[in-house]
């Protein structure tokens, strides 16, 4: 690594702690550690806090964000505002999310104080079959090969997802809320830099070996510049059917015949989606997992996301440490939050999966014995030898399954609404690598969300319970995440992309908002030290960094890394609502 870069942004990191609220945009170079990242990388540095009365908004473009203001100020719901968001990230942000993809939904009303939450998880085909991901010599694909073309396509679930929301607690008329997508993708919208910079990586160049992508990305054989006005003709066509027709054209229509023809036919990994699985597809409303911490009640989205479950575990492993005397600047602080976050790591590869196809012992995992035991390993000499293997919440299951830790890469987005009749949105909505398979059709692309499955259908003889199975969805790591205060008041309102990396970096935030008592916007910024059941990874460029090498002496595997979240929340006190928008990427918080 270049000595003189690292100082630079060191010190330019520590005058931008300095300027928290200054809502100045200040852009730098950063080089990044990563093989699978670009290799050259703006940072984009916008404060973006946000304080207001009656709504807000926190999302990954400010052209969504918009969209989503537009709504709620005219009386809209945090539902309609949804809708409105996601249509315009699918053109603008079409790298990370989109109507190709799956998401995961936590609404909670405001009027009835009750939260639900909505699993619109692509599913795999019904004429999938195990050996989905295994080649002709019986051994699993390389991952990126799976990836790209139509073998990872998932039946999308976003769409009905939106229409599901809409139904249940939507105000505005459903056509209404495609008036900004319509429009931008009419008259075109400015290409940022992130979308560039994606366009010209090695993502990039997946995407431009299947033709309509690259007719449309590449015109003249040169990825879209940031700064050029980019407009997405079949996508308005798209946009205009499913404002007038509903989503049926999507799931049974025209739109179905080209999601159908495209997977087929493409021309590396022809897949097996067909307009019977998209027929078929259903949104699930499942119970939130809550657990407490520290006098807090902590909601998120169950299996088949290991979310929930995951930031359950790591917290109830952490109430037995005093993290708020600790403070964000004792290593000790890191030390703990890496250890129980290897052992929560450790418990979700083995036990998560979809719940509908294995039986997950989540009130087992989130026991708090459990936990407490699981905690005593946990010492404050040294670290936990990695990979620490799972523990043993439920004999009987916990003799079936092996464990494996799936790899995922970052094509996703978090939404963040609060309404003015105090209803709120956490979202999580994915592609699941950028670009997702590459595919794209109708305007927009197709996910290769399958790849969350373990490859494998079984090791040393026991099943993996993230097998692939047909119908059945795939494990995910997104944490849409809400919190509630010792009275039962909505809190705070988070999530991020990032893929398994998602866990820590909520947990981060919520530790830095309950325990340090952060602002939401400091809550982001603070630099992320995350373990995954393996390295430490410590992100570059932060005052983080400080902390590597006393970790190591604890027996860390250190990897300094750009760690690259997209946290969007909203924190409610008292009277005040305040938004923060994760600076390491382009999203922006607004309210009113
Ligand atoms: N597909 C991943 C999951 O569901 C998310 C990937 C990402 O965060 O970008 O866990």
Redesign the pocket.
């Known amino acids: 690594m270049n000595l003189k870069y690292l100082l630079f942004n060191n010190l330019l990191s520590r005058w931008l702690h300095l300027l928290p609220f200054t809502g100045v945009l200040i852009t730098f170079l950063s080089i990044t550690a990563g093989a699978n990242e670009l290799k050259e990388q703006e940072y984009n540095k916008a404060d973006s806090i946000a304080f207001s009365k009656n709504y807000m908004v926190s999302a990954a473009n400010p052209y969504a964000v918009r969209a989503g203001l537009e709504i709620l100020k005219q009386g809209g719901t945090a539902a309609d505002a949804a809708v409105a968001i996601q249509l315009v990230l699918n053109l603008v942000e079409p790298q990370s999310s989109g109507i190709g993809g799956g998401a995961f939904l936590l609404y909670y009303d405001g009027l009835n104080r009750e939260l639900v939450t909505y699993d619109g998880r692509e599913t795999a085909p019904e004429k999938t079959t195990q050996k989905l991901f295994i080649n002709k010599n019986g051994v699993p694909l390389k991952f990126i090969n799976a990836v790209v073309g139509g073998r990872a396509v998932g039946t999308p679930g976003t769409l009905a997802l939106l229409e599901t929301i809409h139904k249940h607690h939507g105000k505005v008329e459903w056509k209404d809320l495609f008036e900004s997508s319509i429009r931008l993708s009419e008259r075109g919208f400015t290409v940022s830099k992130r979308l560039h910079d994606y366009l010209r990586g090695n993502y990039g160049n997946y995407l431009r070996t299947f033709k309509t992508a690259r007719n449309f990305y590449f015109p003249g054989g040169q990825p879209i510049k940031n700064g050029d006005l980019l407009k997405n003709l079949s996508f308005a066509k798209t946009l205009k059917l499913l404002s007038k027709e509903g989503v049926k054209v999507f799931y049974e229509g025209s739109v179905a015949d080209g999601i159908e023809n495209t997977v087929k036919n493409s021309a590396v990994n022809p897949g097996l989606l067909s307009k019977s699985d998209l027929k078929k597809y259903r949104v699930i409303k499942r119970p939130p997992i809550c657990h407490y911490y520290r006098k807090h009640k902590i909601c998120g989205m169950g299996p088949p996301?290991s979310g929930a479950i995951a930031i359950g575990q790591i917290l109830g492993m952490l109430e037995n440490f005093n993290l708020s005397e600790l403070g964000p600047k004792n290593t000790y602080s890191w030390h703990y939050i890496s250890e129980a976050s290897k052992l929560a790591f450790a418990d979700r590869n083995k036990y998560v999966a979809d719940p509908d196809f294995v039986k997950v012992p989540t009130q087992e995992l989130l026991n708090s014995h459990y936990l407490k035991t699981r905690a005593k390993l946990i010492s404050s000499k040294r670290s936990i030898f990695t990979p620490a293997p799972a523990g043993n919440p439920k004999p009987k299951i916990s003799r079936i399954y092996s464990s494996d830790p799936g790899e995922?890469?970052?094509?996703?987005s978090h939404i963040s609404i609060i309404d003015q009749y105090g209803n709120a949105i956490s979202m999580t909505t994915?592609i699941?690598g950028p670009f997702g398979s590459q595919l794209m059709t109708n305007g927009f692309l197709l996910n290769n969300?399958l790849t969350?499955f373990s490859f494998a259908p079984s090791r040393d003889g026991r099943l993996i319970a993230n097998r692939v199975e047909p119908l059945k969805r795939p494990r995910?790591?997104?944490s849409p995440t809400m919190v509630f205060d010792n009275d039962d008041n909505l809190k705070l309102v988070i999530g991020s992309?990032?893929?398994?990396r998602?866990i820590g970096y909520v947990v981060k935030t919520l530790i830095a908002v309950i325990d340090w008592n952060l602002d939401i916007q400091s809550a982001i910024n603070l630099g992320h030290v995350v373990n995954r059941n393996g390295n430490t990874e410590i992100e570059f460029s932060t005052d983080a960094m400080k902390f590597a090498n006393r970790l190591e002496s604890l027996g860390h595997k250190i990897k300094i890394r750009k760690l690259n979240s997209g946290l969007h929340g909203i924190l409610v006190t008292n009277d005040t609502i305040t938004g923060g928008a994760d600076p390491r990427r382009e999203g922006v918080a607004q309210g009113n």
């Open positions: 996301s995922s890469r970052s094509g996703t994915t699941e969300e969350d995910s790591s997104m992309p990032g893929g398994a998602i």
